[in-house]
């Protein structure tokens, strides 16, 4: 079997490919002269792989080849990703918080979480705090601070500051910010508690006139609790599908069509997409809606235990034939596939669920169409287009077309071939009574793979009668229709190295 490269079958596949490598007609001038006042030149020379040419056809197209040459093409939305910062942004305080009391409680922060938060453990990140105190007493004054639920290295926050009276009304004491990175706070009921213990000369216990606590910011390195339910609606991702882009008729049969959802979750707390819908659009504009389990309960992707803080667990999940009916409603022919999803998290909105998340946390999702080329056509016709330039050749008498097919593919090729001018209008045909008929390659029926090329030359004369067909010429269509054997009785798969090749050259005679 020889390994060439084509585009015809590349269109039928599934890529559907804009025809590449034609080159440009040679002028008279250019080329030499042989005996008899005839010439050779090329036209038509395509040499073009499915994987050498997929992603310039398509921008999410990749084709991906297993190791036994079979060949899966993907479509692939952009990924969706949230942020622990999307949840938790560091908040930037401008206010500051007034001790009333020896005793005081200072609310967590719980409205930046989702509701029902309830704060087990955290640890801060780059926060710092300072003190203000202020008494009218006209003697020094001795305080202590603690933070019960605040500590560091299993040691609680504790600091003693003092008054030094110098005359005046008040004295006052500002201290500098003192960073509490890494320093551990511990839940209360989602509060943490201030204590200061205030003395005067005698040693007997005060109250001060005013107890001022400054945090510059408030943000975490770690977060454990329960977060709660929430859900939040994820931008729609779009697919397109390149599949049928020089599709005019006929049918393409995918045998295990796909819609693939990879999933990376580094939230130690479940998450689930939720698919409120997946439409599929078709090339004629029907839209039609997967149904199945999966569209109906959500994917769950697993999270990190909270023994796997750091670690990230990858899930996938398929939309096949056996779950959904995405193959019936692929193989009408489809164009796009757009997905209207929810994520989830806590799902359940279970209580006793302990969860957490890093500064580093995140989940992201991503949504692949995936062909498996293992199918069949069912009379798929398919077209494209070839520039060509015979403008000025008023001195040619006659032509003769070569043209030279090889089919490595599973499927029978029926060709023809339309000459138009610049205005559109069909000015003749290659082939004068039907379309010109390429075998199939041999199938080796125990593997399914092909052995041997089915391999055709026509020669396409225009004589004196039908040349100027020919010099106003501006292009050359190609109509192409593919048929599997046995009618797709057996669908077949696709290999790496199957090519359909196509050359066609013109031998010209001008006048004397």
Request: hydrophobic letters at 40%; aromatic letters at 12%; a negative charge.
């Amino acid at each position: 079997m020889k390994h060439r490269s084509s585009f015809f079958f590349l269109l039928s596949l599934c890529l559907l490919i804009t025809i590449v490598g034609c080159s440009d007609l040679t002028s008279v001038k250019d080329v030499d002269a042989s005996l008899n006042g005839e010439y050779a030149i090329p036209i038509v020379n395509t040499q073009a792989r499915i994987v050498e040419i997929a992603e310039s056809t398509s921008g999410n197209a990749v084709v991906r080849v297993d190791q036994d040459g079979k060949l899966t093409v993907f479509y692939t939305a952009p990924p969706v990703e949230r942020l622990a910062r999307d949840i938790f942004a560091p908040v930037e305080f401008t206010f500051p918080l007034f001790l009333v009391d020896t005793v005081a409680a200072i609310p967590f922060p719980v409205e930046v979480f989702p509701t029902n938060f309830q704060l087990d453990r955290a640890t801060f990140s780059n926060v710092s705090l300072k003190w203000q105190f202020l008494t009218t007493l006209d003697e020094n004054v001795t305080i202590n601070v603690t933070i019960p639920e605040l500590s560091k290295d299993g040691i609680v926050y504790s600091r003693d500051f003092a008054l030094n009276y110098t005359g005046g009304a008040e004295t006052i004491l500002d201290t500098e910010f003192e960073s509490l990175d890494t320093w551990e706070v511990s839940g209360n009921n989602n509060q943490v508690f201030v204590n200061y213990d205030a003395r005067n000369e005698a040693g007997e216990r005060i109250e001060l006139d005013r107890v001022i606590l400054n945090f510059d910011r408030l943000d975490f390195k770690y977060i454990e609790g329960f977060f709660g339910k929430e859900v939040q609606q994820v931008d729609g991702d779009v697919i397109t599908v390149g599949v049928y882009s020089n599709w005019l008729s006929g049918g393409l049969w995918f045998e295990n069509p796909k819609v693939r959802i990879d999933g990376e979750n580094a939230f130690g707390f479940p998450v689930q997409a939720q698919f409120n819908s997946v439409e599929f659009t078709t090339v004629t504009g029907n839209t039609f809606q997967m149904t199945g389990d999966l569209i109906d309960s959500g994917v769950l992707f697993k999270h990190p235990a909270l023994s796997e803080v750091g670690e990230v667990k990858l899930d996938t999940f398929f939309f096949n034939k056996d779950n959904s009916n995405i193959q019936g409603i692929f193989n009408e022919k489809v164009s796009r596939v757009a997905f209207d999803i929810e994520a989830i998290a806590n799902p359940t909105d279970d209580p006793d669920i302990t969860g957490f998340m890093t500064s580093d946390s995140y989940y992201k999702v991503v949504t692949n169409v995936e062909l498996p080329l293992f199918g069949y056509a069912n009379e798929l016709k398919l077209t494209d287009t070839f520039d060509i330039d015979l403008e000025g050749y008023a001195a040619l008498e006659s032509a003769e077309f070569k043209l030279i097919m090889e089919n490595d593919f599973p499927f029978d090729v029926r060709i023809q071939g339309f000459l138009m001018d610049e205005n559109q209008n069909i000015t003749d045909s290659l082939f004068r009574d039907q379309r010109y008929f390429l075998p199939a390659a041999d199938i080796d029926p125990s593997t399914g793979i092909s052995t041997s090329a089915g391999e055709e030359t026509v020669l396409i004369p225009f004589d004196a009668t039908k040349i100027d067909n020919v010099i106003n010429a501006s292009k050359v269509i190609f109509l192409i229709d593919l048929e599997s054997l046995n009618n797709g009785e057996e669908p077949l798969w696709i290999y790496e190295d199957y090519a359909l090749d196509l050359r066609m050259g013109a031998k010209i005679k001008l006048n004397d």
